[in-house]
């Protein structure tokens, strides 16, 4: 199985500030790695697919980058409703495995 | 717009069954694959497996072969997930989610608590 290492765990942020999350694969997926909001009760929203690409409606402070086998996504100047988990998946092979979530709070 | 709504949350005790669903609507339910997720509390996620809504063919994780079953009523686009023989450590939450070119849409959740 593929495993996928995301960082940090949780993370405090001020409004306004530049926010990276990492996932790293074990091993070379291509760009095959998706990024996915959270809120509390709520289904999980993609934010970014094939790591780089803009899911359609999303506001383009979310941008996914990727070297390798690792990935990032980086949020350009935190908003309040950004406040949330995030998480990676990795869709290259079967199963399907996830990032353990990253915990974004407002400092 | 596309969704995917989950029936409610469940409470069962141990040795029970539980039928969870997924209606689809917004698009053309047989042309995407349905994935179930789980999650437990505190845990991560897990991917359970998926369903071809066009054949009916499910495919499982191997942590998930045995007492789960994925189905259909593609009439109704519905997708649903059978878990037999509940255990303690089936408590979690269970997501279906939409495949395209990608993992997409998810449902909302629902969530299964097992318990004496």
């Known amino acids: 199985d593929i495993q996928v290492t995301q960082s940090p765990s949780s993370l405090l942020a001020s409004l306004g500030e530049r926010v990276t999350i990492t996932c790293q694969t074990s091993q070379s997926i291509s760009n095959n790695l998706n990024w996915y909001q959270q809120k509390p009760g709520q289904a999980p929203m993609l934010l970014i697919y094939?790591?780089?690409s803009l899911q359609t409606g999303m506001t383009s402070r979310f941008s996914g980058q990727y070297s390798g086998r690792s990935f990032t996504l980086t949020i350009t100047s935190l908003e309040p409703e950004d406040i949330a988990n995030y998480f990676c998946?990795?869709?290259?092979?079967?199963?399907?495995?996830f990032g353990s979530g990253t915990k974004l709070e407002i400092k | 717009q596309i969704q995917l709504v989950q029936s409610g949350p469940e409470l069962k005790k141990p040795g029970e069954s539980v039928k969870i669903s997924c209606k689809a609507s917004?698009?053309?339910?047989?042309?995407?694959?349905m994935h179930w997720v789980k999650q437990a509390p505190g845990k991560g996620l897990k991917w359970m497996g998926w369903?071809?809504?066009?054949?009916?063919?499910?495919t499982y994780a191997d942590d998930f072969k045995g007492r789960f079953v994925f189905s259909l009523e593609a009439s109704a686009s519905t997708a649903n997930l059978q878990i037999s023989n509940l255990k303690n450590e089936d408590t979690a939450t269970y997501f279906c989610?939409?495949?395209?070119?990608?993992?997409?849409?998810w449902g909302q959740g629902v969530m299964v608590t097992v318990s004496s």
């Open positions: 094939y790591a780089t």
């Open positions: 917004g698009y053309t339910f047989t042309d995407y694959a």
């Open positions: 369903i071809n809504t066009y054949t009916g063919k499910p």
């Open positions: 998946l990795q869709h290259y092979s079967a199963p399907l495995t």
């Open positions: 989610a939409r495949w395209g070119t990608t993992v997409d849409y």
